[in-house]
């Protein structure tokens, strides 16, 4: 018979760990430890503070050390750290995470070499486990890389295999290998999953430039601005996970259509690869609106695709449905409307000195 008990302790206080140790009883003395805490708290690198990489250190890093400083004299037969494949294939937006995890693949590695059981295993998500608390559009963006969510069932079997390899450190994760593929050729694979790609990935955008310009060339200007408008849109939906591009509209805000700083990233990684252009990570912000970065690719394209004139006015465009004054007051409103005339007045007196000039 085999009898459980719970009790609440949090790893990262040492004295907490020291009292929880302490009152495990002779009769059944201490023989493997497992190592499972975690916290996630995603975002962006440049938005993590001190804070927030304290939350998710403190049970993953500190817990873990705790409880190996405090066991390394006890006869283990095993002791084993749940890790995440964060840290060896890299996920955006878990900077913390990936840290944090990395330190449990060193501490197993470091018992290892030392003499002490120590495994660490880099999971991939779990269906049930703390992937279920992600939203949909990164579980999706994940599916999208070719990483798969294990079931309860498939995740005991692997931990059954991995306590029996003897190996320090293991990353039980389910790839899907077409998905691989079309990521790879998306421009969008992490870089230790390239190997094993159904396809070696090519270079970012290898020929896709020239294939789409030789697609481009015979077109009038029209049909030409309306194909890359619709590639853009095409892409936006996918990274969004919307059914059609016709959802996507071409005058609305990148901000107000759901991107973040990962989707943006993604954006440009899947443009880059279809277009074969070099585009910045600010890619969505410096072309706010699918309109804008439309026109913005289709003139890195084909230079004659579009006009300067016809850029400045497409920017001028996007900044109108980025701004529209909510929220201003009377003064406000008038401070922006005697910039804008003083502008245009400018701009007017300009055009006259070339003509009396001329």
């Not at 990395?102 to 197993?108: G, H, P, Q, S, Y």
């Amino acid at each position: 018979a085999t009898t459980v008990r719970a009790v609440a302790c949090d790893v990262a206080d040492r004295e907490a760990v020291a009292e929880l140790l302490a009152a495990v009883p002779d009769a059944h003395p201490l023989t493997a430890v497992v190592h499972a805490a975690g916290v996630v708290d995603d975002g962006a690198l440049e938005s993590l503070t001190p804070e927030r990489m304290g939350t998710v250190f403190a049970p993953k890093a500190d817990g873990a050390w705790h409880l190996h400083e405090l066991t390394r004299d006890d006869d283990l037969a095993a002791f084993v750290v749940f890790s995440s494949a964060a840290a060896t294939i890299g996920t955006r937006g878990q900077a913390n995470y990936a840290a944090a995890n990395a330190f449990l693949d060193a501490l197993a590695r470091h018992r290892h070499d030392t003499g002490l059981p120590g495994t660490s295993l880099a999971w991939g998500p779990w269906s049930g486990g703390m992937a279920a608390a992600v939203g949909q559009a990164d579980r999706d963006r994940m599916g999208r890389s070719g990483v798969g969510a294990l079931s309860t069932e498939d995740g005991l079997a692997l931990l059954d295999l991995a306590l029996a390899a003897g190996t320090a450190g293991l990353v039980p994760v389910r790839l899907d290998v077409a998905a691989l593929g079309a990521a790879a050729a998306a421009g969008d694979l992490p870089a230790p999953l390239r190997g094993l790609a159904l396809a070696p990935a090519a270079a970012p955008g290898a020929g896709a430039g020239d294939a789409l310009r030789e697609r481009l060339g015979p077109l009038a200007p029209e049909e030409r601005s309306a194909a890359v408008l619709d590639l853009v849109r095409g892409q936006i939906a996918l990274v969004l996970g919307h059914l059609t591009p016709e959802s996507v509209a071409p005058q609305r805000p990148f901000q107000d259509l759901g991107f973040d700083s990962l989707t943006a990233v993604e954006l440009r990684n899947r443009l880059g690869a279809a277009t074969g252009l070099a585009l910045p990570t600010t890619l969505v912000f410096d072309h706010p609106t699918p309109a804008a970065l439309s026109e913005h690719i289709g003139a890195e394209l084909l230079p004659g695709l579009g006009s300067r004139v016809d850029s400045f006015l497409s920017r001028l465009d996007a900044w109108a449905a980025s701004f529209d004054g909510d929220g201003l007051d009377d003064e406000e409103r008038e401070r922006v409307a005697a910039r804008l005339r003083s502008l245009a007045q400018r701009w007017g007196e300009g055009a006259r000195g070339r003509a009396e000039e001329s």
